[in-house]
């Protein structure tokens, strides 16, 4: 079992920057890939980022590459998702995910665990 704690959400304007944080406890951090998905309003829950167990690897939904950096800090058990020059239609609940792999990185379907999720609101 790994449990997963989202912070760093809140409100901010358009061009603005947020970064969010997953802390980890549980199981071996380090055996897991991590993740951050987000969902807007009546929309379906999407993939944003990915980054592998090393975290030399790291993949991104296309409307954020470029904006968006995930990373991680194994010592910390902590992951993170530094959001740039958001836009309101970043605007949702971010959940962190764990994967124990990350062969379908972006089907939220193959998450193994979630976090209760962050708000994120950016206004015009």
């Known amino acids: 079992q790994v449990q997963v704690v989202e912070s760093g959400g809140g409100l901010v304007q358009a061009g603005g920057s947020l970064r969010l944080s997953c802390a980890a406890s549980?199981?071996?951090?380090?055996?897991?890939?991590m993740g951050w998905f987000r969902q807007a309003p009546g929309k379906e829950r999407e993939f944003v980022a990915a980054?592998?167990?090393?975290?030399?690897?790291?993949y991104y939904e296309d409307s954020v590459k470029g904006r968006f950096t995930i990373s991680r800090d194994n010592a910390k058990n902590t992951v993170y998702l530094q959001m740039n020059s958001l836009k309101p239609e970043d605007t949702a609940v971010y959940y962190c995910?764990?994967?124990?792999?990350?062969?379908?990185?972006?089907?939220?379907?193959?998450?193994?665990?979630w976090g209760q999720g962050t708000q994120v609101t950016v206004s015009s």
């Open positions: 995910a764990a994967y124990k792999s990350l062969a379908y990185y972006g089907d939220y379907a193959h998450v193994d665990y």
């Open positions: 549980g199981r071996t951090f380090s055996n897991y890939a």
């Open positions: 980054i592998d167990w090393s975290g030399r690897s790291t």
